[in-house]
């Protein structure tokens, strides 16, 4: 047994993966020819498949959208029945002493009024409406609109 020279080995290497890169090149072309005969022999069956495809599609979302139930929103109203009015819890009122505008103020905010929409509607400027809400939510510890309202109907100054 001779042994080979390593140049000679290098070219046997390359010669190889060019008769790999070339076989691999050929099996390509005859699977991608194959491929074209089979897509023209069947197109009829294809195209015929692709719009079955979808019509299906358009029937299930059509299906879908026409048997969908409707929602159905009920209102109920409750009356409650009191057996005396509001009355305003004059200790209270007292107490904290929130004055006739500061109550007034809150009654509005509890109402959902906006500072400005106070202002109009009471004939004094928003900052003046600014203040009371500022001094009435001091004295009763409220640090938003929300929750002044809230401790205001739990204290009884407020329906």
Known sequence: MTAIPIPH???LVIY?????????????ALRLIEYRFLVLEHSVEIYGGLIALVFAILGIWLGLKLTRKEEVVVIK???????QPFAVNQVRLRE?????????????????????EIAEKLFVSENTVKTHSSRLFDKLSAKRRTQAVQIGKELGLIP
């Open 9 to 11: 080995m290098k070219k």
């Open 16 to 28: 190889g993966l060019v008769y790999g890169l070339c076989g691999g090149l050929l099996i390509v």
């Open 77 to 83: 109203e409750v009356a409650v029945l009191t057996t």
């Open 96 to 116: 904290l002493s929130i004055t006739r505008r500061e109550l007034e103020i809150l009654e509005l905010i509890a109402q959902g009024m906006s500072n400005r």
